[in-house]
């Protein structure tokens, strides 16, 4: 069986500054992702913001079905030029699945267009993640909703294109809501953005926050979307034929 | 200047059977609609479900620019003649806004093709909606959010169409979240849902809910749409000279 | 493996009264398309107008996952009990495709909400439908368009709601274009339009338009949708315990 | 009345380096398209490439209602803190209308989130527009339809998210359809795409294009949709007090 090669790319700063984090990712987040979404049928690896080529070199994004974003104080630091290479590997149908705080890195901004911006507030809150998509993929194993103990508030207004397809909607305990999880298509990729994951709380350790990731890791995986006939664009001589 | 005719249509069954719902809207919700929303531009007339012809005979739904619907608990008194009338005439242009528990009236269902299932608990929770569309006509005068002390909530999962634009988002205080201002097209016709109302609380009394209400009716008004030049089908021999 | 149980439901009228309907579809437009869609996932029954209960009795409806529809003449002759069971089974999950003629259906205004009113010349043009949705399951097998020699020209503006998503879009010899392939959810099911099928000319015997509604069918199957877990709404407790 | 002021952003570079084209457009397109635009309501100026700040430094950027974008071979050129500029200014609410070759112009691009790939064959193709939103401000003035006797053919598939509302649907003669007049939102801001207006062909002098640009500096101009109250994003401690 063909497996899906996922790349999680990580900022990895927090865990080397905040004991606090540290406390609670101590290998990094993006090693907590690994172990949790370890399957037969994947491939997964890691990347960080520290290494050569910010961890995205062409021959690392060229064997990428899927890339796990997360980022949150350094997204001034990666190089315009790989957010270019991120961006033309995700039309070509990488699928890309944004993390949390990553709502403001470079290549989500890219994708949407948009400023992305929404309101925030770091008070530890409950928060209820409502299921508005049943019957789609990314929601498979997860029932009407699921709540997490602890997260950093995002409230409305999200400020990302209308073609974002909502699959989660998310209650928050000191009164906001917000476009929790959400889809789009660019180009031939899929992307998804989720948006627990706060580096302070315990959540990607919750079964179903991996559940999720996991899921739309498949969803978004090109061999699904990549049908053998998939046109390139015909000489001109083709089209002139008609 | 002309002006816009507004028809109130309301159920009014609560008013005369539940005392509690006479005592906050002693002369029926339409009547508190029509003195809330009185205005020099707007011609306001009210109709209700035990009128002949559903209050809604020809003469007076082709005199009716926008309608506002309230109905509960006898949507299944409303004839099918009246459900057509009026869907024809929003195909033609005319403007509807469906309150509350009109979420199930035959009319919403049949513009929206959906069940318009939610989840609902009475329990008069303090509720807030987010302003989702800062610059949306609907949205004149209303700041980020606005809050009810008291409404019944209504919850996701909203069984409405993907086409549905969110106005509104509203948190309710046991833990739920609601798509609650919803604008839709059909035909030449403009939509739009929105959920405050419930009988037993003083909801249209409210400046916010007023004031929403009425920038809905100017939107949704066919002035505003039904340009001169806006085209019939032309003669077939007129497609057959291209 | 259990196989997807389609039912092809005909007019089944001009058949048997214009011979040159006839001489195409001897034994009617839906035993074409039975024998066009034979495949081992599939178990094809036939259903028509004049058959009791419209040929779709509940026994029939409750063991069907996808239902392909056939009208022109006799949209008015489909009883509405038949159209609130079709729709029904729909929001439960069975998907729909809607060909040619049928886009005047009872059940598909039903479901869009639109007049679904659009411009048509019967001249035996070319037309050629473009994919514009390389990726979607609905188009796989074709390339970046395909041909039909002869078809009925089906021009915009075609009334339907703005989440109908495109998957063909057509050019016709006589200068006119049209969303030729269309999807849209309502409920928990799936509905695809798709355009070509006049009853006089033979393109129901089309390699690819039999390509495309056979990838439709296996699109719209509510296996593909229906995940176990998929919730049905909690009783009210529980919502409460929130 | 206070004006639009509309700046037009012409490359500027066929026209002085072909003389087929000097010879359509003798001043630039961009001075075609001013005096063809010239209304009382409209404060128009011009920009092109070549001038300094690529003719757009902040203080014309923050003087601009509306701002109309022609590019095609230099797009490259255009400097990226330019096109960061200009987006930033988007967001806040300026419009931006983009014609034809400036499909792949990087503020489109970065606007969409998409390649904007497509088809194309220069052979002088008769085109005709069909009009898809026939109560939509863009539209005002236009009837079901118009035609241009010569233009560059560009086809589907047009590589632009789903986001995308169409507004018109071209024909062309040699079999090709594209979506040839599509709006978007982004922030604050309203933009939309046009096809028609190759160098070599005289349609920016074509009564239909140039009354639709100008329905669409009107439809986009900010002042339609910045209303005075529109909320910019509370203190946090406002948001703490929910």
């Not at 905040?18 to 890691?46: F, M, Q, S, W």
């Not at 699945?97 to 290549?107: C, E, N, R």
């Not at 901004?109 to 929404?118: A, D, N, V, Y």
């Amino acid at each position: 069986m063909k497996k899906i090669n996922v790349t999680i790319w990580n900022e990895f700063r927090h865990e080397k500054e905040n004991p606090a984090v540290r406390e609670i990712y101590p290998d990094g987040i993006h090693t907590a992702l690994k172990n949790g979404l370890a399957a037969d049928d994947l491939e997964i690896r890691c990347a960080w913001l520290d290494q050569p080529g910010n961890g995205l070199p062409p021959e690392i994004l060229e064997n990428t079905d899927v890339l796990i974003w997360w980022g949150h104080r350094a997204h001034h630091e990666v190089d315009d030029e790989t957010v270019k290479n991120v961006h033309d590997r995700i039309l070509a149908g990488m699928g890309l699945i944004v993390l949390h705080s990553g709502h403001f890195a470079k290549i989500f901004q890219r994708c949407t267009g948009t400023s992305c911006t929404l309101k925030w507030r770091e008070a530890g809150e409950r928060t209820i993640l409502w299921n508005l998509a049943p019957d789609h993929p990314i929601t498979r194993g997860i029932g009407d909703y699921f709540e997490l103990a602890h997260e950093e508030m995002y409230g409305e207004k999200f400020d990302i294109p209308e073609d974002g397809k909502v699959i989660f909607a998310s209650w928050f305990e000191g009164g906001n809501v917000f476009r929790s999880g959400v889809t789009f298509e660019r180009g031939r990729g899929r992307i998804f953005y989720f948006q627990p994951g706060h580096e302070t709380y315990r959540n990607y350790y919750d079964r179903n926050v991996l559940l999720v990731i996991g899921n739309a890791i498949r969803w978004a995986a090109p061999e699904l979307i990549q049908a053998p006939q998939a046109p390139g664009y015909p000489p001109l001589h083709e089209i002139n034929q008609l």
